[in-house]
């Protein structure tokens, strides 16, 4: 099962990253990982947002970050809200340091460098609303594989 490739310490981190980057956002981050990909890797994504139903949120302002970790493959995937006003290439920066550190055997710190370089993009467009609740739980979705 994928989840035994991170540790409970190591789990714990990326949803404290997710917390920290939701106090910039009313967007929502969401973490999904397997251990192989065996079909193109948007597609795999487009399957898992729906699947996690991150398109349920108030402002469709969801965000998926998909790895498939033995298959050295991730995908950043937002909902139509952000979608609809972000220009292209918008999660670009966002994938560059994240796979700098994965480059590195490092999937733990580029999660969480992608994760926070997340919420301050997503700053901009959907800042954080006194009231702002917490749509997604924070923590980690793993596949079966």
């Known amino acids: 099962m994928a989840k035994d490739l991170f540790t409970e310490a190591e789990q714990q981190q990326v949803r404290e990253a ?38 349920q949120t108030k402002l469709r302002n ?12 991730f995908a950043i995937l937002g ?23 994965f480059k590195k055997g490092d999937f733990v710190g580029g999660l969480i460098a992608g994760i926070k370089e997340a919420g301050l993009q997503l700053k901009a467009h959907f800042p954080y609303q006194k009231g702002d609740i917490n749509e997604l739980s924070d923590d980690i979705s793993f596949g079966k594989n």
Not at 26 to 33: Q, T
Not at 65 to 72: D, G, P, Q, T
């Open 62 to 73: 969801g965000v998926l970050i998909y790895l498939a970790v033995e298959s050295k493959e």
């Open 79 to 101: 909902d139509v809200g952000i979608n609809q006003k972000v220009p292209e290439g918008f999660w670009d920066s966002t994938s560059l340091i994240m796979l700098e550190q």
């Open 18 to 55: 997710i917390q920290e980057a939701e106090l910039n956002t009313s967007g929502e981050v969401k973490i999904h990982i397997e251990r192989k990909l065996k079909e193109d890797v948007m597609d795999r994504a487009s399957f898992v947002f729906e699947k996690l139903e991150l398109h």
